[in-house]
């Protein structure tokens, strides 16, 4: 594992619900324009964990975190840091589709357009390359127009990461993105995912171990809020270190 | 186990009966009121609707003629409280949905809400009459009527909305927020419009409420029969127009025609609302 070109690092990042402890003392650095995946057993603090980077978790009550997440350098829970910008530059995929009730052009604008986007010309060619990017663009080019809830889930889910990349982000969160959707649908994200990773630094949460050693070239498993092993997905995969991550993978538990 | 089984009067199948026709009995007594409700005033009232019922002015104190002016008053009076009483009860439910810390002060105020909407409307009336049209000055006049009903469909208002505004998907918000939106961008342009529906119904029912309502007015409106040139001048409302027609004997035949209408103008409100929210629901692909 080089250390060269790291986008995001938490350092010692522990966090808590109330009294309840869900994040304790994660140290991860995350390469640029490299997939890494957060495998574990629901409720180890995979999904807190990637809500952090964009800072999702400010909305919860009775959270409170210690330690850092390094973005390009500096703390993005310094005071001075703008939230909206954070986000700007921090996209995320949601577990359920959630596609605005609007129409697809619509959902796509909707970023651009509140980041100061106006002119219909310059709109229109975002659209288009952003439903290009997340290979949607064959199917509902003719049918702008059309509500986003008229698609298919698969559809639905690939609109929002059109949706993600139209405001241009550095990074892409991925929130166990495929968890409702077919295997032919999630095989076109994982397809899409690979595509992406050129462009963008990606973490994906997933439930699913052959989507995490199919799409990723990092993984960190977690276990109870801990992070117990990181490295190359397929040293994870093939010869793990700790005895807590082959039991999991060899589906002894979780 | 056998004992129980002696000791009972009636076996399991005859009270199952028997609570089957009891339950049909009430759903039955309910469609019969309201059937015998909508008969009667359509039987006794439709004799004397024809179009100069519906855009003449009334003579004789409304004993002959028509209610065209009663019609038009009823209009502007609900169109002045659900002007204002939208607007604020929508930020009202904003504000207590989105925004309001969750401690005492906020329950206080939702529960101030709801005892608003459970004081008497002839307290209401009265309250508009002292505080509108003596202590601000605005007369008997669609003003003072509009706002006094304000008063008495805000509880309403307020409810509705918020009801819509949470049941709007945490994911909408969520996914808005992650684009880098701010809170209000993402309650102007996802939260608001995805609430519509249900925001809209809530008004229409506003206005079905208001239309019928007769003390909150008989003391703010007035009881001119002239046509209004102004929100500052008295009206007489429909309702008001029914109640002084039956009460002091002027024409039975006219109260119930004035009843059949106002009957009408609510069923009519009610269906458009039905309308508008299937209009809103299928355009934005939440409904097929």
């Excluded at chain 1, 009550?61 to 997440?69: D, F, L, P, S």
């Excluded at chain 2, 209009?75 to 009483?85: G, H, K, N």
Aim: charged content about 20%.
């Amino acid at each position: 594992m080089g250390t060269e070109d790291i986008e995001i690092e938490s350092r010692n990042l522990n966090l808590w619900y109330g009294d309840t402890q869900a994040l304790k003392d994660i140290s991860i650095p995350i390469q640029k324009n490299m997939v890494t995946a957060l495998i574990g057993p629901s409720g180890c603090g995979k999904s807190t964990f990637i809500r952090c980077i964009n800072r999702m978790n400010d909305l919860i009550k009775g959270c409170r975190i210690t330690g850092k997440v390094l973005f390009e350098g500096s703390d993005v829970y310094e005071n001075d840091v703008d939230v909206v910008v954070l986000r700007k530059k921090i996209g995320m995929v949601f577990q359920k589709p959630n596609p605005f009730p609007m129409s697809i052009y619509d959902n796509i604008a909707y970023g651009p357009r509140i980041h100061g986007t106006q002119t219909k010309r310059e709109l229109d060619k975002v659209v288009e390359d952003s439903l290009k990017a997340a290979a949607l663009w064959d199917e509902v080019g003719d049918l702008l127009d059309k509500p986003a809830l008229d698609l298919s889930g698969g559809q639905q889910q690939r609109l929002c990461i059109a949706r993600t990349l139209a405001v241009k982000p550095d990074v892409i969160l991925f929130d166990e993105p495929c968890s409702a959707l077919d295997p032919i649908s999630t095989a076109r994200i994982e397809d899409l995912i690979a595509e992406l990773k050129h462009d963008y630094t990606i973490i994906i949460v997933t439930h699913n171990m052959q989507q995490a050693a199919r799409v990723s070239d990092r993984t960190a498993f977690f276990l109870l809020g801990e992070m117990i092993e990181f490295g190359d997905t397929k040293q994870i995969f093939e010869r793990p270190v700790e005895k807590s991550t082959e039991n999991y993978i060899t589906g002894r538990f979780g | 186990m056998s004992r129980a089984i002696r000791g009972r009067i009636f076996s399991p199948d005859i009270t199952d009966k028997v609570a089957i026709l009891l339950l049909w009995a009430s759903a039955a007594i309910t469609v019969f009121i309201l059937v015998s409700i909508i008969g009667m005033i359509v039987y006794r009232g439709i004799g004397v609707i024809d179009i100069s019922f519906l855009l003449d002015s009334p003579r004789m104190s409304g004993a002959e003629g028509g209610i065209f002016p009663a019609i038009v008053g009823t209009l502007c009076l609900v169109a002045v409280a659900i002007l204002t009483a939208g607007p604020i009860g929508v930020g009202a439910a904003v504000y207590l949905t989105e925004y309001a810390p969750d401690n005492v002060v906020t329950r206080i105020i939702t529960f101030g809400v709801e005892c608003l909407a459970g004081i008497p409307s002839i307290v209401i009336g009265l309250f508009g009459y002292a505080f509108l049209v003596v202590y601000l000055g605005f007369g008997f006049s669609i003003l003072s009527g509009g706002l006094a009903l304000m008063f008495m469909i805000l509880p309403w208002t307020v409810r509705a909305s918020e009801e819509a505004i949470k049941t709007v998907p945490g994911g909408l918000k969520d996914g808005s927020l992650a684009l880098g939106a701010t809170k209000w961008q993402t309650i102007r342009q996802v939260v608001l419009p995805s609430a519509l529906p249900g925001i809209t119904t809530g008004f229409i029912l506003g206005i079905g409420k208001a239309i019928g309502e007769t003390a909150v007015i008989m003391y703010t409106a007035g009881s001119s029969l002239l046509l209004p040139e102004s929100i500052f001048e008295p009206v007489r409302a429909l309702p008001y127009h029914l109640y002084i027609l039956a009460s002091e004997g002027i024409s039975d035949e006219m109260a119930y025609g004035s009843a059949a209408v106002l009957l009408g103008m609510v069923l009519l409100i009610n269906f458009i609302a039905v309308a508008i929210q299937r209009y809103y629901q299928t355009r934005s692909g939440l409904r097929h």
